[in-house]
């Protein structure tokens, strides 16, 4: 007979979905998502679920934990075909990741003294990828679904 049990579950990251639930049994929570990509992960023990597109580490990639939203960003076109722009609330230092949906980076450039940056996209496939703008000075990101065409 075989038997899992876990004693412990931390909720890693999570989402909000137009649809789904939670299924439990135990300590042991599942969340899943209908209609919209799921972002989970959970560890329970020396067990580590993942459920869905999975995300960039944002602790990792930022350094800490407690970065507030950064606002005022105009990212155009969205969906975007050739070329994408970014306007940014003010002139400072940024850095801009490009993530695909199985949460590889594809790129990371930096914006340095200046509010304003254009990049080329017609070398990307078509589909949807995630674009995470990060101001370390002021601790705020903020990350985008770009649909690319």
């Known amino acids: ?77 969205n969906p975007v075909k050739d070329k994408l722009n970014i306007q940014l609330p003010e002139t400072g230092n940024y850095e801009v990741y490009l993530f695909d949906l199985t949460g590889k980076q594809l790129w990371a450039e930096k914006i340095e003294g200046d509010n304003h940056a254009t990049y080329q996209m017609h070398n990307y496939k078509p589909g949807i990828y995630l674009l995470t703008i990060v101001d370390r000075e002021n601790k705020k990101s903020l990350t985008f679904k770009l649909q690319k065409q």
Do not use: W
């Not at 649809?19 to 969340?31: C, D, I, R, T, W």
């Not at 869905?52 to 950064?70: A, I, N, R, S």
């Open 1 to 77: 007979m075989f038997q899992l049990s876990f004693s412990q579950v931390e909720l890693k990251k999570t989402s909000l979905s137009s649809g789904g639930g939670v299924a439990s049994s135990g300590s042991l929570y599942m969340v899943y998502a209908i209609g919209e990509v799921g972002v989970q992960e959970a560890d329970a023990g020396n067990i580590h679920l993942s459920e869905g597109f999975v995300g960039p580490d944002m602790t990792y990639l930022l350094g800490v934990e407690d970065y507030g939203q950064l606002e005022g960003l105009q990212i155009y076109p």
